[in-house]
């Protein structure tokens, strides 16, 4: 079982390495760093649930080791594969739709001078510093959705010791 989790987390380091490598060498060779409003936010997106989907299949890793450490008689009965891969699939799943409101608050913003952006990564503060819009209530929403995420995770992980 421990394998189809770090199996999991490797996919998710591939796909967000792939998110912004490509972008950054085409960045490199032709010197343009343009990057488009809807391209951003859809790299955004992208590195965002990547994100979300590790913070969960790390709490999920957490978990199968408490089992394995203090049940380990009955480990292959209560994370049998269907489990694991119930619990792996959740994590996707889960990690792909905590980030649907961040990418949904954030395009709601308007640019004054034009909806290309001089980044070759799209990060929040710099989509959110080019932004002619008053920013503040996306960005106090956006970093309460990470920490709550962030804190939501560590919180299970906490229990686990309890």
């Known amino acids: 079982p421990m394998y189809l989790f770090l199996w999991n987390l490797s996919l998710v380091d591939v796909i967000s390495t792939s998110v912004t490598f490509p972008k950054m060498l085409i960045s490199l060779i032709s010197n343009g760093s343009d990057i488009s409003f809807v391209g951003c936010l859809l790299q955004l997106y992208c590195v965002l649930s990547m994100l979300a989907t590790e913070f969960n299949l790390l709490t999920v890793m957490g978990y199968d080791r408490y089992i394995a450490i203090c049940n380990p008689l009955r480990y292959t009965v209560i994370m049998s594969k269907s489990t694991c891969t119930k619990l792996a699939v959740s994590s996707w799943i889960s990690g792909l739709l905590e980030t649907i409101l961040h990418t949904v608050l954030l395009s709601g913003l308007s640019f004054c001078k034009s ?11 710099g989509l959110l510093k080019l932004s002619c819009t008053n920013a503040n209530n996306i960005e106090t929403a956006t970093y309460i959705l990470a920490t709550l995420m962030a804190i939501g995770t560590f919180l299970i992980i906490l229990t686990s010791y309890i």
Not at 115 to 125: M, Q, S, V
Request: charged content about 10%; hydrophobic content about 35%.
């Open 115 to 125: 909806h290309h952006i001089n980044h070759f990564f799209c990060d929040l503060t």
